[in-house]
Each structure stands twice: as C-alpha cells, then as structure tokens.
C-alpha cells in the first residue's frame, strides 16, 4: 500500500514531462533565462533583465502546461471565474520573500485589471521550500481556505514584516483570527490533518514535475514566468495569453469573479526568485 503513492507521483512526472520535453527543464531553465546577464531583448527594471515575453502570443507556450490549470469553480485556493479565458498558476512559499513582493506589490494590480473584469483566474499552489515552518504555513493556508478565508490568510502572511514573525502554532493562529477564520478549533484541526497534508503533496509534486527550483513560478496559460518579475511582464503575457484564446464575438468575459473566490489576494514584484536550498541557490533572504 505505502509504495502506491510513489508510483502514482513517478507516472504523473513522467506524464507532465514527456509533455514538455522540449521546455529542457521548464521552469529550471526559466529560472536561469530569467537572471542570467544577457539583456538582449528582455523587459528589464534598471540592470535586472527579466523573462521574455514575446509580442507573438504563442511564443514561448507549452500546450501541456496550460493543461495544469484546475479550473473548480468551488477551490477557495482560487480568484476569477472558472471559465476565464488566461489562468496564471503561481507555486509559493509563505516563507518566500520574494513571493511576498508580488503578492503586496504586483497582484491586487492584476486582480483588479483583469480579474475583476473576467479576463483572468489566478490559481494559488502551495510549493513550501523552505523547511517545517513552511509547511506548516501551506497547511494553515489550506486550512484557513476551508472556511472561505484563504486569500485573507494569504494577505496576513504576506504583510509586510509577517515572515520575520515565524509561522510556529501560535503565529498561525493569530493569522487565522487576523484572517477572519471563524472556528479555530476546526481550523487546528483541518491544518493537522491528512487532507491537508494530501493536498499540500499534490501542489508540491506539481511543482516537482515541472522542474520548478524556485518560488514564486508562474504558469500563464502555458507560459512559464520566473520570479516576482516587473508588473510588465505579467501584463504582457496575460496580454498575449488573451489575444491567443481568441473568444468568439459576443462571448467574451463576463464582470466580476465566481464564486469561489469571494475576495481578491492582496499581492508584490521584484526581480528574483527564493530558491530551494536543495537546488543548491541558497535560501536567499528567508
């Protein structure tokens, strides 16, 4: 019985990976591209370059990723409709400085352009990197979503000056009541148990199966974006990702999100990524 979720979690790599075989290491790659000093025809902020983001809105693409987008109407780990047209799919760490940065600085900006108008869904996966504590604060995360309360929690650790605080029990639950998590008994328990940890392994295999190294990474519609990069750069494949759905007249995105996420995350960029100890880059500034 033990060894069955290990082959399940080998066939989906594998399935994931013979998908994108010509990705060469997908995000792993992307990582590289998106800090290595050549600034060719890059968007850059000051001396930083970032992804590239090609004016063809197909360019730089894979199919199969995009298939990753879950869309269920009922995730609370969610914003924007199910049936929006662009989802960017963002594996993070509550321990990620980085992914703090986009979420204070980047996101709201996106939710409210293009979330709020229908065009975009953001999928919240938890990629916890950085040892027991980010773990805990994925579970609490998942927890908190069970009440409705998900991107609260989400804007409460990602406060400016939160990660410093640590996320050991007690710090959890104050986010939870920060948060507006109502039961907090239910909320203890949701966060200790096996549902928790199943669906916080199911976003780290993910991950895992993309050869994401580091956090925040980004899906959007198929295209892999490293890093809390310059607003730019999102907006631009979000731009892209939109052109290349191609809606027919009269069919375009309906105002306003579903209903599973009934409040937007509060979200902020800087060029960089947080990046796996295990990967051999450090755990920059956690």
């Keep these: 019985m033990s060894a ?25 790659v992307v990582s590289y591209t998106a800090t290595k000093p050549d600034t060719s025809t890059r968007v850059t902020t000051g001396d930083s370059p970032v992804t590239d983001v090609s004016a063809e809105p197909q360019a730089g693409v894979y199919p199969e990723l995009a298939k990753l987008a879950r869309r269920d109407a009922a995730d609370p780990l969610a914003v924007g409709r199910a049936d929006a047209p662009v989802v960017m799919v963002e594996y993070a760490d509550f321990k990620c400085g980085y992914c703090g940065k986009f979420a204070r600085d980047t996101e709201p900006g996106l ?21 027991e504590e980010s773990e805990a604060a994925a579970r609490a995360g998942w927890a908190a979503g069970q009440q ?3 991107w609260e929690f989400h804007s409460a650790a990602y406060a400016e ?10 710090r959890l639950d104050a986010l939870a009541r920060e948060a507006g998590v109502k039961d907090l008994d239910r909320f203890r328990r949701d966060r200790a148990g096996d549902a928790a940890a199943a669906a916080v392994r199911k976003d780290q295999e993910e991950a895992y199966g993309l050869g994401a190294t580091s956090t925040p990474s980004f899906l959007i519609n198929g295209r892999p974006i490293a890093g809390a990069q310059p607003v730019e750069a999102f907006t631009q494949a979000i731009e892209s990702a939109k052109a290349a759905a191609k809606p027919a007249p009269g069919s375009g995105p309906k105002p306003g999100p579903d209903s599973a996420s009934e409040s937007a995350p509060g979200a902020g960029p800087e060029p960089g990524t947080k990046s796996a100890p295990e990967a051999g880059t450090g755990d920059g500034d956690q």
Aim: charged share 20%; proline share 3%; net charge positive.
């Design 161 to 170: 000056g939160a990660k410093e605080k640590g996320f050991g029990a007690a």
């Design 4 to 28: 069955q979720p290990s082959r399940m979690s080998s066939r989906r790599a594998v399935a994931i990976g013979a998908g994108v075989v010509a990705a060469a290491a997908l995000l792993g």
């Design 111 to 131: 939710v409210e352009k293009y979330v709020k108008n229908g065009t975009l869904r953001i999928e919240w996966r938890n990629y916890p990197i950085f040892g």
């Design 148 to 150: 409705g309360r998900f």
